[in-house]
Structures are given as C-alpha cells and as structure tokens.
C-alpha cells in the first residue's frame, strides 16, 4: 500500500499559476502509475493527468492539455502538476492517486488516493 500527501494548493488570480505536489510513502513509488483528478463543488470527480511509472507516457483531460503537466521524480517518491494559464473553472480540490494497474488511458482505475488540497482561481 501507498500513502499520498498533497501540498502546493492556494489561491490564485487567472492567467496565474501553480504546482501541486504529492509525496509517497510505503512501498515502491516507482512501481505505481500516479495521476491527478480534482473535484469541484457540487460536482463530481474528474480525471485530470496521469503518468506511467516510467514517467514516458503522459495522459491529460482535454480541458488542460496544453496548460497542465505531469512529471514525477521516481528519486523523491513524488509526483507533480504544474498548472499554468489558470482559468476560475479550475477551482476545485485536486487529489493525488496511484495505481498497480496498467495505465491506459484516462479511464484506468486508481486504488489509492490522498487527502486533497484546495486550488481556488480568483477571476
């Protein structure tokens, strides 16, 4: 089993951005394929970025290609979002997860979840 810590949310005004981070603990973090899914209120969880354990394949949801990326430092046990040219839409709480499974494509099933960390976009 894996734990994930998020860090690196807050508040920020459009156009700005930020880079969320989750560090892992426990067994081998560069066995797991990691991805990012954020949930806005009233609203249900989605897929946001993933990446292979390689970290030689990447997948994004298609509301942030081009302004989000995904990396991860199997060195350091964590995994990144940098999120930039950020829009009041991508208010939510992000969460990190992880995975044995093979990953795909953005609809690969994640096991293990952390606890979230808040992204607010003023306008």
């Known amino acids: 089993q894996v734990q994930l810590v998020e860090s690196g949310g807050g508040l920020v005004q459009a156009g700005g951005s930020l880079r969320l981070s989750c560090a892992a603990s426990g067994r081998t973090f560069s066995n797991y394929a990691m991805g990012w899914f954020r949930q806005a209120p009233g609203k249900e969880r989605e897929f946001v970025a993933a990446i292979r354990w390689g970290g030689s394949s990447t997948f994004y949801a298609d509301s942030v290609k081009g302004r989000f990326t995904i990396s991860r430092d199997n060195a350091k046990n964590t995994v990144y979002l940098q999120m930039n040219s950020l829009k009041p839409e991508d208010t939510a709480v992000y969460y990190c997860?992880?995975?044995?499974?093979?990953?795909?494509?953005?609809?690969?099933?994640?096991?293990?979840w952390g606890q979230g960390t808040q992204v607010t976009v003023s306008s």
């Open positions: 997860a992880a995975t044995l499974r093979p990953l795909i494509g953005t609809m690969t099933p994640f096991d293990y």
